[in-house]
């Protein structure tokens, strides 16, 4: 019994060392560029009105203020400005695939970074965030709130929560988030997208027309392909099953490429988001995300311009 009472103390301590971590990154983060990106990468969820002033050549002539008009003898506009009131919902796979890697960095560690640095961002900008974690089932939904105890819930689930589902299936979670009828709000997926047992194209469609979805796959090099190095022994993360594959051989069971199909895999993920008109941001597992998601934010304000 007092060994386990270490180990828990033990792990408590790991993450709150963790928690701490993001919490100094992302306030360094604060000073830089990518709090500002993010606030113009992302609108509020409507306008609201701010005043009525005198009509000015290129104002959306919608917006004229005919009765003001009539009284001042003089046609008067009716400004609106964008409201900042924002929810964030993060959708967090933290299904058994997450917790491979080929390098030091399991991919569900950079999983946690990034969606701690993203739930710490939105909450400093006083958005509403909350988290959906998922494997081939939804395993927690923390609705969203604001507040650094809120948000600090959210972090420390983040490190600390273990799946009782081993497989990932996004049709289930995007069903979930559909049910929830937060419309408008900005949903970050972060997942490897690997999933193998359901069809969630329809229903992406559905919440991309409900939601400013936002796609971040995280991808480990050998995922991409494989280097030709013989025979090597692998597990399914999801399954739990072993399998000898021959790196040399073109084909598996006489059937397929495996680099082909990996890579085939990947853009078959991407033709999705594209057809629905989803943004995808792909982070590489072990190179910093800082950089990338900086230029990802920037590439959304261009369209929006």
């Known amino acids: 019994m007092f060994g386990n009472n270490n180990k828990k103390k033990s792990l408590s301590e790991e993450i709150r060392k963790k928690i701490k971590r993001i919490e100094i990154f992302s306030k360094r983060l604060m000073k830089g560029s990518l709090v500002g990106d993010y606030l113009s990468a992302f609108k509020g969820s409507g306008l609201e009105f701010d005043q009525i002033r005198e009509y ?4 959306d002539i919608r917006f004229i203020d005919w009765n003001s008009s009539a009284k001042m003898s003089k046609i008067m506009f009716k400004q609106l400005i964008e409201e900042r009131d924002r929810t964030v919902i993060l959708l967090i796979d933290i ?37 959906v974690f998922f494997s081939d089932r939804v395993e927690r939904w923390i609705s969203p709130s604001r507040g650094k105890l809120h948000v600090g819930k959210i972090i420390e689930t983040i490190f600390s929560i ?64 494989l280097p030709e190095v013989g025979l090597i022994e692998i597990e399914d993360l999801e ?3 072993f399998y000898i594959v021959d790196t040399r051989d073109k084909k598996i069971d006489g059937k397929f490429n495996l680099n082909v199909y990996l890579k085939s895999r990947l853009i078959e993920q991407k033709k999705i988001f594209e057809k629905y008109r989803i943004d995808l941001l792909d982070l590489v597992v072990g190179r910093p995300f800082i950089n990338p998601m900086n230029e990802f934010f920037r590439s959304r304000i261009k369209r929006q311009i």
């Open 56 to 59: 000015q050549i290129g104002d």
């Open 95 to 131: 299904s058994n695939s997450s917790s491979f890697s080929s390098s030091r960095e399991l991919k569900k560690d950079m999983i946690a970074q990034v969606g701690a640095v993203l739930a710490y961002i939105a909450s400093e900008n006083k958005d509403r965030v909350g988290a």
């Open 239 to 241: 399954s739990e099953k």
């Open 162 to 225: 273990k799946p009782k589902g081993t497989k990932t299936n996004i049709q289930e979670v995007l069903n979930f988030l559909v049910g929830l009828k937060k419309r408008n709000s900005i949903v970050f997926i972060l997942s490897d997208l690997i999933d193998e047992d359901s069809d969630y194209s329809k229903i992406l469609k559905v919440a991309a027309c409900e939601y400013d979805l936002v796609g971040i796959r995280f991808l480990d090099e050998c995922e991409k392909s």
